[in-house]
C-alpha cells in the first residue's frame, strides 16, 4: 500500500518485481490497489496499464476495477490474452466497470477452456444484466463442478433462478455425496 500512496517509484518496481516471480503473492498485491485512494493511483494506473508485463496489466484492470474507473481501451485486447488470470481479471473487470460493450465477450467467455475465466464471464454476465438461457445454462453445467468454481456458480445460479431450476439443480447437488455439504449451506 504504502508505495502506491506515496508515489515510491523504487518501492513499486520492486514490488512489481516479486509479484512477477512469485505467484503467491500477487493477489495480495492486487488487493492492496483496493486500498490505495483513487488520486495515488493516478498516472501510475496509466503506466500499468501500458506495461509489457501481463502481471502489471492485470493490476491496473484491479485497481480499475476497485475503484470503478472504466480502463478505456485497454480492455477488450486484454480478454484475448493468453495469460489466463490476465483474461480473468479482464473478464471481471468488463462486468465491474459496466461495460456493456463487452456484453458479447463475456457470452463468448463462458466456453473459455479456462473455468476461472468461465466463472468471471458469467458473473460478469449476470452483473450486465444478461439473463439468457445460454448463460442460465453455462452457470448449470459450471454449479456441477465438484471445486471453488462449482460452489460459486452454484451461488450465482441460485442467485437468478427461477424456483424450478433452483430445485433442479439442489436436487442434483444433494444426489452426489461429494457435495453434500455445500448443497445443504447453499439451501
Known amino acids: 500500500w504504502l508505495p502506491f500512496d506515496n508515489h515510491d517509484h523504487t518501492g513499486l518496481e520492486r514490488l512489481?518485481?516479486?509479484?512477477?516471480?512469485?505467484?503467491e503473492v500477487q493477489e495480495a498485491v492486487e488487493l492492496a490497489v483496493g486500498w490505495?485512494?483513487?488520486?495515488?493511483?493516478?498516472?501510475?494506473?496509466?503506466?500499468l496499464l501500458a506495461s509489457r508485463s501481463a502481471f502489471r496489466r492485470r493490476l491496473a484492470l484491479a485497481a480499475c476495477a476497485m475503484h470503478r474507473v472504466d480502463p478505456g481501451a485497454a480492455l477488450p485486447p486484454?480478454?484475448?490474452?493468453?495469460?489466463?488470470?490476465?483474461?480473468?481479471?479482464?473478464l471481471q473487470t468488463g462486468g465491474e466497470c459496466a461495460r456493456q460493450d463487452?456484453?458479447?465477450?463475456?457470452?463468448?467467455?463462458?466456453?473459455?477452456?479456462?473455468?476461472h475465466c468461465r466463472l468471471q464471464a458469467a458473473r460478469s454476465a449476470l452483473l450486465l444484466g444478461e439473463r439468457g438461457a445460454v448463460l442460465m445454462d453455462a452457470l448449470y453445467r459450471m454449479a456441477g463442478s465438484l471445486?471453488?468454481?462449482?460452489?460459486?456458480?452454484?451461488?450465482?445460479?441460485?442467485k437468478v433462478a427461477g424456483p424450478v431450476q433452483a430445485v433442479a439443480l439442489m436436487t442434483l447437488r444433494l444426489e452426489e455425496p461429494r457435495c453434500l455439504h455445500a448443497a445443504i449451506r447453499d439451501m
Open 16 to 23: 512489481f518485481a516479486v509479484g512477477e516471480s512469485l505467484t
Open 36 to 47: 490505495v485512494s483513487t488520486a495515488s493511483l493516478s498516472g501510475i494506473t496509466r503506466e
Open 78 to 90: 486484454a480478454l484475448a490474452q493468453d495469460e489466463v488470470p490476465l483474461r480473468a481479471r479482464a
Open 102 to 115: 463487452l456484453l458479447p465477450a463475456c457470452l463468448s467467455g463462458l466456453t473459455d477452456p479456462d473455468g
Open 147 to 158: 471445486d471453488a468454481t462449482g460452489d460459486a456458480a452454484m451461488f450465482l445460479f441460485l
